[in-house]
């Protein structure tokens, strides 16, 4: 079995083909899933969708791009949902070039979120894109955080972290162009290795170019145990394993 950590089912494009999206990944053995919160304004349907399914479970959070709509409160209402099983995904992302006082901005927004997590008990899905030092620095300063930082970049300084933090791998890992995550991969404990898809996102090699769906976990899989010498029944045990231990709540 194979647990997709991150994957954005709430998206509209697939509205109309859920039901098809979900008898696919289970075809691949792919039997549970993790919608991540990104924006205030889904999170209402990404719990309806959990509570749709038994096998799907959501997050609740705000993404980097849209915290001009954080609302704590609003937020904090979700994490007595039974279906909700982390905090995020939240962070830092730097790739448009904020300016300081934006920077600033999802510093606060971020560190909110990690100190709610810290009070829930919850673990953290964390973004992190062109802002590894200031999110390695924040993280340090609060000990008690954790959880997973998602579609990990192959940072060596966020290795650091690997204590209190698992590393989210996805289609990325099977790019051409992934030396660097593909060299950095067995310098990761394998206890703290989860599998992902970010679908509708990153859509694995050979299928690059068309809708990623939670199925594609498999060429995850795939790639991890051809870079680590290990069957693909051992890498699914130990993620889903991994993953069990990390979000308490799945079933």
Known sequence: MIIDTHTHLDDERYDDILDEVLLNASNEEVKLHIIPGADIKTLQKASDISHKYDNVYFAAGVHPYDIQDFDLDYLKSFLEDSKCVAIGECGLDYYKNPSEEEKNLQKEVFKKQIELSIERKLPLIIHIRDANADSLEILKAYKEAFGVLH????????????DRFYYGI??????????????????????????????PYLTPHPHRGTLNEPKYCKLV??????ILNKSIEEIEELTTNNAKKLFKGLI
Do not use: H, W, Y
């Not at 990990?152 to 690997?162: D, K, V």
């Not at 890992?173 to 970010?198: G, H, M, S, Y």
């Open 170 to 199: 996805g289609g990325v890992l099977t790019f051409k162009n992934a030396k660097n995550l593909v060299e950095i991969l067995p310098k990761i404990k394998t206890d703290r290795l989860l599998i992902e898809t970010d679908s």
């Open 221 to 226: 899989a795939q790639k991890m145990a051809e």
């Open 151 to 162: 579609c990990f970049n192959a940072s060596p300084i966020l290795l650091e972290l690997s």
